[in-house]
């Protein structure tokens, strides 16, 4: 069974405060050994200093009794001083008992189990002589009580010292330890997990705040590279796609290049039959009708195939300074038709003076279908409007441009609008937001192939149900 990250960094503050409070209880229990050896060693002295002077004392009084009446008056002075005393206990020993009796007077400490005694002997002098020997004997009860409630009270300051360390060890490995690991341990989780926002938020001055911003810099590091390798897959995905979509485009070539070879001459002959129908007088007027339908749509195909030839063949530019204002009326010209058919005015902005390097026919091209898709856009008529400036852009939007200065046109109308998810897939090959039938989604693809070979690109704002505004941006220096 896995340990949970907290209950093992309890354990480690635990160790911790073990360990600490085991060193420090070593110390204590080592310096109250010495105590206490100190104060027995002091109260010994005392009482080798204590019991020496009694007997120097004691045998003087006796030995002045034994001058003034011998063994009897020695007797009896020890006798009295006996009743008196109730922890001593004298005696006259005989100088043939004593190991040496002419000796200093001298301590000797003798104890039980059940009992402390001392006993000290001191030489009785007479004339000179050595005549007997004082044992006094005395117990040590008051001594020994004291000495045991020293013992008690080292002991018991030992185990509350320890307590109170142990408790200190266990709340600083808690606070020092336990709780910053778990949070790093929460940080490499969550990280693990994919979550790179995570921070450990460890503010300390030790080598656990040094791993913490170690760790919250290897998460910023590993943030960016997930964001390259997504940037990267994301572009993988891209090029793959893009690679299929030529694919695709390359056999749509193909394909149109044999239809338009199997289909012209058949088309010619219908476009060429209805149109023949169509200017016959004596012909019914319904039937007149048809035949123009028929034309319409042979050439509607015709124009079909002429858009997918076009796409798919790579043409190279013919370029020469041009004013871009001949250029607006040239397509107004071309579009005069349909403009009055279809209730729609033009009107004409900014300056005609302005000349770019383009190859006029593209551009011409351009410009006539982002006006067809205007006039798709005001199915009941409208206004549109062409506006010419200039500009200069430093950091072009389209990564195929570069910086400089630029002719814009505008093409603007007062149609239906683009929705705004839309706005990224209009210049995709094949994407339409018309009709079945009324476009092939080739148009807004081929506009944005030739002005990106001018070294331009072509920007839209759309507002649904008020306004749609392609802006195109042609350079005005050389090739891009």
Request: proline share 3%.
């Amino acid at each position: 069974m896995a340990v949970s990250a907290p209950t093992a960094n309890m354990k480690l503050a635990l160790k911790f405060s073990v360990a600490v409070t085991a060193g420090i209880g070593l110390i204590l229990v080592a310096e109250g050994v010495l105590h206490v050896h100190r104060i027995a060693a002091l109260q010994e002295a005392e009482i080798r200093e204590d019991l020496t002077t009694l007997g120097e004392t004691l045998a003087n009084a006796v030995a002045e009794a034994w001058a003034m009446g011998g063994h009897s008056r020695a007797l009896a002075f020890i006798g009295r001083v006996n009743d008196r005393g109730e922890r001593t206990h004298v005696r006259l020993l005989p100088p043939e008992g004593v190991e040496d009796p002419s000796a200093e007077p001298h301590v000797s400490l003798l104890s039980t189990k059940d009992d402390w005694h001392v006993v000290t002997l001191a030489p009785v002098l007479s004339n000179g002589e050595t005549v007997a020997v004082l044992e006094i004997e005395r117990q040590l009860p008051m001594e020994r009580k004291y000495f045991a409630s020293i013992l008690r009270t080292q002991i018991g300051t030992t185990i509350a010292a320890a307590i109170v360390s142990g408790g200190i060890a266990l709340a600083l490995g808690f606070w020092l330890i336990a709780r910053p690991i778990g949070k790093l341990s929460d940080l490499a989780r969550g990280v693990a997990e994919g979550d790179f926002t995570l921070r450990s938020d460890v503010n300390q001055d030790d080598e656990i705040g040094k791993l913490a911003q170690e760790l919250d810099a290897m998460t910023d590091r590993l943030a960016e590279s997930h964001e390259r390798v997504r940037a990267e897959r994301h572009a993988r995905t891209e090029a793959l796609e893009k690679l299929r979509h030529a694919d695709r485009l390359s056999t749509v070539g193909r394909l149109a290049s044999s239809m338009a070879h199997e289909l012209g001459t058949p088309l010619n002959i219908v476009s060429g039959r209805a149109m023949m129908i169509a200017s016959d007088d004596a012909v019914p007027e319904e039937a007149r009708q048809n035949a123009r339908r028929i034309a319409e749509q042979a050439k509607r195909i015709t124009g079909t195939i002429r858009e997918i030839l076009d796409f798919a063949r790579q043409k190279t530019l013919d370029r020469t300074e041009t004013s871009i204002g001949d250029v607006l009326d040239d397509a107004v010209s071309l579009m005069e038709p349909i403009l009055d058919d279809k209730g729609v005015t033009v009107e004409i902005e900014g300056s005609h003076a302005l000349v770019a390097p383009i190859d006029s026919g593209k551009i011409l091209q351009v410009l006539t279908n982002l006006m067809m898709n205007a006039i798709h856009a005001m199915p009941g008529g409208g206004r549109i409007t062409l506006r010419v400036g200039q500009r200069q852009v430093a950091d072009p939007k389209d990564r195929h441009a570069r910086g400089g200065d630029f002719v814009v046109v505008e093409v603007e109308d007062e149609g239906v609008g683009i929705p705004e998810d839309r706005l990224d897939d209009i210049f995709k090959a094949f994407f339409t937001t018309k009709k079945a039938g009324t476009g092939t989604g080739l148009g807004l693809s081929v506009c944005h192939g030739i002005v990106r070979e001018h070294g331009g690109w072509i920007e839209v704002e759309s507002e649904v149900g008020r306004r749609t505004c392609f802006r195109v941006y042609l350079p005005q220096e050389g090739e891009a």
